[in-house]
């Protein structure tokens, strides 16, 4: 089964803890992004990588960090410093980065 | 600051009309733009993609793209009670070697389509 896949669905965590999203696709895709969505807005996003090792900040990286190391796998930590981290955080790939990009099933992130 | 603007609805529609969704953008060196369907509490789904002035089909949905007067929308024939979603334009910011691969998306049309 070719897909992105996205661990946990739904996550709860303390205000202070540091937490890290799961993504992984197996569909031989260059390209990796992270978006955040809150509701009833549209998508912004977090980070991106058009390549293993090498990724840039989005719009609203402050907060996040994100590690490339294989091309399946595109983990992003929500840290501590991020002032409003409960939102749906959605992982999306591209072959590359002129083709559209598929998401996977999101994870919502409750932090309290 | 790169947008892409659309009406946030609801549009409200009887079931086998047709829907109309509208999009503008403010990069004019923009050169992929995407529709994508997001039903409540789910990721979004990639319907459509247009690269070219014109119309695109595919099936009941029809994109269009008038790059001159930087606007977009998305047509659905027959419209069905399961269409009833949020449909997200998405633009591709930049062309050719200033390409970044990012999109940036718009707030979203909710759609309703009544039985």
């Known amino acids: 089964d070719g897909g992105i896949t996205q661990s946990p669905k739904y996550l709860f965590r303390k205000e202070g803890q540091n937490v890290t999203l799961s993504c992984e696709q197996n569909?031989?895709?260059?390209?990796m992004y992270w978006y955040r969505q809150d509701p009833g807005q549209g998508l912004r996003l977090i980070y991106y990588?058009?390549?293993?090792?090498?990724?840039q900040k989005g719009d609203i990286a402050e907060g996040y960090s994100v590690s490339r190391e294989k091309k399946e796998s595109f983990p992003l930590t929500v840290t501590s410093a991020q002032k409003n981290p409960t939102a749906f955080y959605l992982c999306?790939?591209?072959?590359?980065?002129?083709?559209?990009?598929?998401f996977g099933p999101g994870t919502r992130l409750t932090v309290t | 600051q790169k947008e892409v603007e659309q009406n946030s609805g609801p549009l409200s529609v009887p079931e086998g009309a047709i829907a109309s969704l509208n999009c503008t953008y403010s990069?004019?060196?923009?050169?992929?733009f995407f529709w994508y369907r997001q039903y409540s509490g789910k990721s979004p789904e990639l319907i459509m993609f247009?690269?070219?002035?014109g119309d695109k089909e595919d099936g009941r949905f029809t994109a269009q793209l008038n790059k001159a007067s930087q606007y977009v929308s998305l047509l659905i024939r027959d419209s069905q009670p399961s269409d009833s979603a949020t449909y997200l334009c998405?633009?591709?910011?930049?062309?050719?070697?200033?390409?970044?691969?990012?999109?940036?998306f718009g707030q979203g049309t909710t759609l309703q389509v009544k039985p």
């Open positions: 569909l031989n895709h260059d390209a």
């Open positions: 998405a633009v591709n910011e930049g062309s050719g070697s200033s390409n970044t691969g990012k999109l940036i």
């Open positions: 990069d004019r060196g923009s050169q992929s």
């Open positions: 990588s058009q390549i293993v090792n090498d990724f």
């Open positions: 247009i690269y070219s002035n």
């Open positions: 999306a790939s591209s072959i590359n980065r002129k083709s559209e990009q598929y």
